[in-house]
C-alpha cells in the first residue's frame, strides 16, 4: 500500500513539472513522451490493484471457509467427547443403539454448527425491515417469517451442550476477525483505486493538451494547474 502511494505522489510530481514545461512554450517532443508514459503507468497501476484485490477476495474467500471446515471438525470432536466422555463407564451397547444414539445427540450439532449466526443475521434484517415499514401487509409478512426464523434458530440451540456451544463461539469469533480484516482491506483497496481514478483523469486531460502541439498560454496553464491543485486535495482526502 505504501509504495503505491508514494507512486501517486511522484505522479503528481510530474504533472507539476509538466505544467511548468508548458508556460509560454511549444510542446517538446520530450513532454509529449513523458505524458504518455504517464497515462501508462497510471492503467497499469490500476490494473495492479484490481489483480491484487482480486487475488485479497480469493485469499479470504478459502481463509473463512478452512475456518468453517475445521470448525465443523472441532464440533463433531467436542459433541462425541461430551456424548461420550473419556470416564464414563462402559457398559455393553449394540451397534444399531450406538449409531441411533450418534444421530440423536451429536449429528444435530454438526449439521447445524454455526448456523445460529446466518439465522440472526436473517432475524436482524427482518426485524429492520419490519420497524422501517408502515404496509400492514408487508409487516404481517416480515411478521411471520421473522418467528419462523425464531422457531429454527431455538430448535437449533435447544439442549446444546455447553462445551459444544463455547467452541462454536470461539469458531464466529475467529470468522468475524477474517470479516473484518477483509473488509478493511477491500475499504484500503478502494480508496486507492479513487485517488488513482482521479490521477488518470488528469493525465488524460494534460495528454490531451501534449497532442495539440500549440503553445500553451500562461492563462492556461494556470488553469492546468489550478485543476491539479484540486486534484490534488481530492486525493489527500482519499478520492472521495
Known amino acids: 500500500m505504501f509504495n503505491a502511494r508514494v507512486m501517486l505522489g511522484s505522479i503528481s510530481g510530474v504533472f507539476a513539472i509538466i505544467i511548468m514545461m508548458l508556460a509560454g512554450c511549444a510542446t517538446p517532443i520530450e513532454v509529449k513522451t513523458a505524458s504518455k508514459a504517464q497515462l501508462t503507468v497510471i492503467d497499469a497501476l490500476d490494473t ?3 489483480d491484487l484485490k482480486q487475488a485479497f477476495d480469493q ?22 467427547a461430551t456424548l461420550y466422555p ?11 443403539a450406538l449409531f441411533e444414539s ?5 449429528r444435530p450439532w454438526i449439521d447445524n454448527a454455526l448456523l445460529w449466526r446466518d439465522i440472526d443475521s436473517q432475524i436482524a434484517s427482518l426485524t429492520k425491515q419490519i420497524a422501517g415499514t408502515t404496509d400492514p401487509a408487508l409487516k404481517g409478512r416480515y411478521t411471520l417469517a421473522l418467528q419462523d426464523l425464531q422457531e429454527v434458530r431455538a430448535r437449533i440451540v435447544k439442549n446444546k451442550p455447553a462445551p459444544v456451544a463455547e467452541i462454536e463461539e ?6 468475524d476477525r477474517e470479516r473484518h480484516t477483509a473488509n478493511d482491506i477491500d ?16 493525465a ?6 501534449m497532442a495539440l502541439d500549440v503553445s500553451v498560454s500562461q492563462e492556461q496553464a494556470d488553469s492546468l494547474k489550478q485543476a491539479l491543485i484540486g486534484a490534488g486535495k ?3 482526502a482519499g478520492g472521495k
Open 204 to 209: 488524460t486531460k494534460v495528454d490531451a493538451w
Open 187 to 202: 475499504r484500503l483497496l478502494a480508496s486507492l483505486r479513487s485517488q488513482i481514478a482521479v490521477m488518470k483523469s488528469m
Open 170 to 175: 470461539v469458531i464466529a469469533d475467529d470468522l
Open 59 to 80: 485469499f479470504h474467500s478459502d481463509k473463512e471457509a478452512r475456518i468453517q471446515e475445521e470448525g465443523q471438525m472441532l464440533v463433531a470432536r467436542q459433541a462425541i
Open 48 to 50: 495492479a490493484i484490481g
Open 102 to 106: 450418534y444421530n440423536t445427540n451429536v
Open 234 to 236: 481530492q486525493l489527500g
Open 86 to 96: 473419556q470416564n464414563r463407564p462402559m457398559k455393553q451397547i449394540i451397534a444399531d
